[in-house]
């Protein structure tokens, strides 16, 4: 399976000798799914040349054209769900339920939001701030957008990038990840059949050091947004700054959940457990350290170790199935390696910690695992494992629990759960993250924006605050005066008026020309 570039599948520029191959691996399997051809320099400059190509055209379609376009294409993909859900659980390892309940309609209804969002770009009103002046907003198109997405919502990634670019009317090139490239393929196609021009998005897949790089730092990419971990996007904002890029960054969480003594203890239990466990836990989002407060420490481990263990690994597309595989054997020995250090260091691993076998042992799986007695500063607490795991940790008082969440370097999310009005408001005030949920965790909206904090980047996915990152906001002024010289230019031209004149002698607005204007 090859690139899409400019309207269509293309071989690779190197040829198609088979050397610059990818198995797109099932993880639940470890079978291959597709054989994808990986792009390099020349793949990615061909597809930025596809996209410099198109923009004009697509940056001067009126709104209406390109909602039209996205209302098409959501129409197309509410069609096709089914199959798109199933390349999805088969190349992420996801359980079905999840690609059919929540990534592929989540994506429709992001398709949706962003065909009536392309509409609405907003701005301040146009007015005379000056008095002299009539100033105005336009809010332009920021050119090629080079966009690169990671492995554990691959279509999802996809449409927070595209959605909002292309609305706005930039044209892009998005690489997915390696290891999961085909439903952004689709994506790309049902845009093309919805009527989007050849070039205005394009897909190269390719490796991150090769592919990735060469699109951040192409010359003609005018912007980079990147999804993925804190490290990358460190290396990916130090390549786009030789050319001065705009980058938006949505990067790694570590997300809090802070119980405090008067929450409801079995909605903070189901939340805690579905909030780490979704998508085998690779969710920036995820529920990856809990501070309970101390009178419900002891009910909640318990109720969290219980819950746990009714959790059903399996085959993805048994829809009985509650949690399916990590994404490759290597994540699955990142996870593992994890968990053993933090046993190595003292801490308790109550449920889970081990790689299951028998069935199960063909597909990169891991228990679903709850620790405690992990020190705040261990790095099962401070940094992201990207699995099922969940550390459990008690405190004392509110500052207490407030400090312990806010005492990480990432600041995606975080959850609070309390049935007091003033401990919630004081929690969603004081915690650094992009959201703060309160008695519950995961939930996103289409209306609402998605960004971090601190080492979780910068920049909103979603909502119509993505606009802010994918267009340019250009003031034009008008002089409404009609007069040659100026006020002002009493700042430049010694002959103007006085400068030690008091304010209030100013001529107004509706007489501003200065002595000897001869206006028009
Ligand atoms: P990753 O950083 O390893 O890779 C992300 C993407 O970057 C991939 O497409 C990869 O090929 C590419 N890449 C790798 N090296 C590159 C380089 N040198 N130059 C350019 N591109 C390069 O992340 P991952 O393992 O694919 O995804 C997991 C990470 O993504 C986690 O840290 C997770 O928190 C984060 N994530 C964040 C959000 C968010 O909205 N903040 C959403 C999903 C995932």
Redesign the pocket.
Same mark, same amino acid.
């Given at each position: 399976m090859h690139q899409f570039i400019a309207g269509q599948r293309r071989p690779p520029a190197s040829g198609d000798d088979g050397s610059e191959r990818f198995d797109v691996v099932d993880p639940a399997t470890g079978q291959t799914v597709e054989t994808v051809s990986l792009a390099g320099p020349a793949d990615v400059a061909a597809a930025v040349a596809a996209a410099r190509h198109a923009f004009p055209e697509w940056s001067r379609a009126a709104p209406v054209e390109r909602a039209a376009v996205l209302t098409r294409l959501a129409a197309l993909l509410e069609e096709r769900a089914d199959d798109i859900a199933c390349v999805e659980s088969r190349q992420t390892g996801k359980p079905i339920r999840l690609s059919t309940g929540f990534d592929v309609p989540g994506t429709i209804d992001n398709v949706a939001f962003f065909a009536g969002a392309a509409r609405n770009l907003d701005g301040k009103a146009a007015g005379e701030y000056s008095g002299d002046h009539t100033s105005l907003i336009r809010r332009e198109a920021i050119g090629v957008v080079g966009s690169? /997405?990671? +492995?554990?919502?691959p279509l999802q990634?996809a449409a +927070?990038k595209v959605l909002p670019a292309i609305a706005a009317g930039n044209t892009i090139v998005l690489?997915? /990840?390696?290891?999961t490239p085909l439903t952004a393929l689709l994506f790309a196609e049902a845009a093309a059949e919805a009527g989007l021009p050849a070039g205005v998005f394009n897909v190269i897949t390719g490796?991150?050091?090769v592919a990735?790089?060469a699109?951040?730092s192409h010359p003609d990419v005018d912007m980079v947004s990147?999804?993925?971990?804190? /490290?990358?996007?460190r290396?990916?904002m130090a390549?786009a700054a030789a050319t001065a890029k705009r980058v938006h960054l949505?990067? *790694?969480?570590k997300a809090p959940f802070v119980v405090f003594d008067d929450a409801d203890l079995e909605a903070a239990v189901h939340g805690a457990v579905a909030a780490s466990l979704i998508n085998t836990g690779?969710?920036?989002t995820a529920a990856t350290r809990a501070y309970v407060q101390r009178p419900l420490y002891d009910a909640f481990v318990a109720g969290v170790a219980d819950l746990m263990g009714t959790v059903r690994l399996g085959d993805p597309f048994d829809v009985r199935t509650d949690q399916g595989p990590l994404i490759s054997r290597q994540q699955q020995q990142r996870v593992a390696g994890f968990v053993e250090r933090a046993r190595d260091a003292g801490a308790k691993v109550v449920r889970g910690g081990a790689v299951p076998d028998g069935e199960l042992s063909r597909g990169a799986y891991y228990e679903p695992t709850l620790v405690i007695d992990a020190h705040q500063r261990s790095e099962i607490v401070q940094d992201?494992v990207?699995g099922p795991v969940l550390a459990v940790l008690p405190f004392d008082s509110d500052d207490q629990g407030i400090e312990l969440a806010n005492d990480s370097p990432y600041g995606?999310a975080a959850s609070a759960w309390t049935r007091d009005v003033f401990r919630s408001l004081r929690a969603t005030r004081e915690i650094s993250a992009g959201c703060v949920w309160v008695n519950d965790h995961i939930p996103i909206i289409s209306e609402m924006p998605? *960004? *971090?904090y601190k080492s979780? *980047?910068f920049g909103k996915?979603m909502s119509a605050y993505s606009f802010e990152e994918y267009t340019n906001v250009k003031h034009v002024m008008y002089d409404a005066t009609a007069v040659a010289r100026k006020t002002w230019h009493r700042t430049i031209f010694h002959d103007g008026p006085d400068l030690s004149e008091p304010r209030d002698r100013e001529p107004s607005p509706s007489n501003a020309t200065a002595p000897g204007d001869t206006g028009r």
């Open positions: 690169v /997405a990671p +492995w554990n919502y990634m +927070w690489k997915p /990840a390696e290891l490796n991150g050091p990735g790089e699109l951040v990147f999804t993925g971990s804190s /490290a990358v996007g290396r990916v390549l949505e990067l *790694g969480g690779q969710d920036c992201e990207f995606l998605h *960004g *971090g979780s *980047g996915d």
